[in-house]
């Protein structure tokens, strides 16, 4: 199977239901060097707005805090987020997540697309 939109290939892709609050680790296994996302629900009470705070913890490992999401309704980023290289193909996402009305849970879908390759440097 391949799918593609706008030109990209979209090469991992699933909806996941957090167990509780806690976060949802995504590991994509290519050979012998991983990337390892980390996704997590945030709230900051000095906000009055939603954001979404990307950091890069190690050299391959990328936490994406979901900061005062709204509750109840599937709130994601409308650009897709570029987050580098995978076998030798631009990495890019996009991601919706949904944190029910007693934020005792939040589901994530999510799309890893694989953009043009990259010549060998």
Request: aromatic share 12%.
């Amino acid at each position: 199977m391949k799918i593609t939109s706008g030109g990209f290939e979209a090469v991992y892709h699933g909806r996941v239901l957090a167990y509780g609050m806690n976060p949802i680790e995504i590991v994509l296994s290519e050979e012998n060097d991983p990337l390892t996302f980390v996704f997590c629900i945030e709230y900051e009470s000095e906000r009055d707005d939603f954001m979404t705070d990307i950091r890069l913890v190690r050299y391959n490992e990328v936490r994406i805090a979901c900061v005062n999401f709204p509750r109840g309704k599937p709130i994601g980023n409308q650009d897709m987020i570029q987050l580098g290289v995978l076998n030798n193909r631009k990495l890019s996402l996009r991601y919706e997540v949904t944190i029910n009305y007693d934020t005792t849970s939040w589901a994530l879908a999510f799309t890893f697309f694989a953009g043009e390759g990259v010549g060998q440097a």
